[in-house]
């Protein structure tokens, strides 16, 4: 880092955290009791403070890494700075553990910017920096660096398994990756996602000298036709069941498959993947869950998928391949027709933007959510073309796990899209500064809405003294 970026990237990361703590204040004022899932988070930690280590709340579905970091770092400062009585663990105390998290993302996703853009000398420092500053404000993760939620925490030691990973220290990777699994237990899919990032790589170096040796230049290791797709997988399973490859991976993913298999263990004595309440958690083939993910992200990234020259390049592609776009279409339509779930918290609770999403559109008619099967389309079209710069090995990887950690979930909920959504930003190329300014501007604008809906706009329920906040 040259020392102007480093003073930039000093200024932009102070600046940020500056303005988090005076939300953060405003926020405790306004909302000093636990809300929401806080009134579960919250005392489980307070009881982990006061030593009550084997008590647990049966209602938390997570295992117990937020409350463990928290008392970790909240009783040695008690000690150093002298604190006494109810400041220990108060709400507010957990609550800045996250702030804590955040000023660690905005680091992290610096770091990783760097490491996965380092070959293309085009990027300047300043491009670096008010990316860095975007990401850091995504507003579905920005909102609960606020609220004693497992999210921040989450991302940060699964960014950071990820940046261990892309530097080749896979044991303090997968180490990394365990305590991400400690604050959410999908986070496994992300390990499984660090060592496809090493597979992904031996593959495409085998898929390179497999070209250079039958000399043909038709099949792209990057993109092609239908027939060099199967052509590539024909490759991929032939190179997975020989034994000396197989041989090679495991000694290059051995921390990996450890962890991995330390959480099947914990799936089989635990009998599922969630602990506690089970009731509300069911996992099932949603399906759909895709379409939506490809939205949301359509969504917060349209300065770089929602272009004039994006949708003419689609238009153009939907010419050329009338039958594979309508074949796609057909099985979208199925996949919506016998796989859409909706889960009783989204209609019941309405103080989560989903709820209103889903009045709002879905909800309108019958046949809106086969309506946007073009609309979903367009968005995995883009989404995928944005990608293009990748190997092929590494697409089909990273689709894998975002199947895996999106499918599974019944709830539409923004917060299980935070992290497939980061890595797909961080992996895409760097749009013009022109779109990074408009990108930024709109999330700055999504933050204050979102903020000051909270603060200001509150409301009651029937039969029911307690506040209630509009939120992700």
């Not at 507010?92 to 955040?102: D, Q």
């Not at 290791?221 to 495991?250: A, M, W």
Request: charge should be positive.
């Amino acid at each position: 880092m040259e020392r102007s970026e480093a003073r930039g990237f000093s200024a932009a990361m102070s600046g940020a955290f500056l303005l988090s703590c005076l939300l953060f204040a405003a926020i405790n004022r306004h909302q000093r009791g636990p809300y929401m899932d806080e009134a579960f988070h919250v005392p489980q930690a307070q009881a982990y403070c006061h030593g009550r280590f084997l008590q647990w709340d049966p209602m938390i579905t997570t295992l117990p890494g937020l409350y463990l970091v928290s008392v970790g770092a909240v009783k040695p400062a008690a000690w150093l700075f002298g604190w006494t009585g109810s400041v220990v663990c108060s709400a507010g105390m957990l609550r800045f553990i996250n702030l804590l998290f955040s000023a660690g993302n905005f680091y992290l996703l610096y770091l990783l910017l760097f490491k996965i853009h380092q070959k293309n000398k085009a990027v300047s420092g300043f491009q670096r920096i008010l990316s860095t500053l975007t990401l850091a404000m995504f507003p579905t993760l920005y909102f609960f660096t606020f609220l004693y939620y497992t999210d921040p925490g989450s991302v940060f030691f699964t960014l950071f398994a990820y940046l261990m990973c892309l530097y080749g220290n896979h044991k303090t990777s997968a180490l990394l990756g365990f305590c991400g699994f400690m604050f959410r237990q999908t986070n496994i899919v992300w390990t499984v996602f660090c060592a496809g990032n090493v597979v992904a790589e031996k593959l495409n170096e085998a898929w390179k000298t497999e070209l250079q040796k039958k000399k043909d230049e038709k099949i792209s290791s990057r993109k092609g036709s239908f027939s060099d797709l199967i052509r590539i997988l024909q490759f991929l399973t032939e190179y997975l069941i020989t034994p000396k490859n197989l041989v090679i991976l495991t000694a290059l993913t051995w921390p990996y498959i450890i962890l991995v298999t330390v959480f099947f263990v914990f799936v089989f004595i635990n009998g599922g993947i969630v602990v506690g309440d089970r009731s509300s958690h069911e996992a099932c083939l949603h399906f759909p869950q895709l379409f939506y993910f490809l939205s949301f992200t359509v969504f917060f990234s349209f300065p770089h998928l929602l272009t004039p020259t994006k949708i003419r390049k689609f238009l153009l592609s939907l010419r050329k391949h009338p039958v594979q776009y309508s074949l796609i279409a057909i099985i979208s339509l199925l996949l919506i027709w016998k796989f859409t779930y909706v889960h009783k918290y989204l209609l019941a609770d309405n103080r989560h933007y989903t709820f209103y999403v889903w009045r709002k559109v879905f909800q309108r008619h019958d046949l809106v959510k086969y309506v946007l099967v073009p609309v979903y389309i367009f968005a995995g079209w883009s989404f995928a073309d944005t990608l293009k710069s990748k190997s092929i090995f590494w697409i089909l990887m990273y689709f894998v796990c975002l199947l895996a950690v999106t499918v599974p979930q019944k709830l539409l909920e923004f917060r299980y899209f935070i992290l497939p959504f980061l890595i797909y930003r961080l992996n895409i190329p760097f749009p013009s500064l022109y779109r990074q300014l408009l990108e930024l501007a709109f999330y700055i604008i999504v933050n204050a809405v979102t903020f000051y809906l909270f603060l200001n706009r509150t409301f009651q329920w029937p039969n029911s003294d307690e506040i209630q906040r509009f939120m992700w």
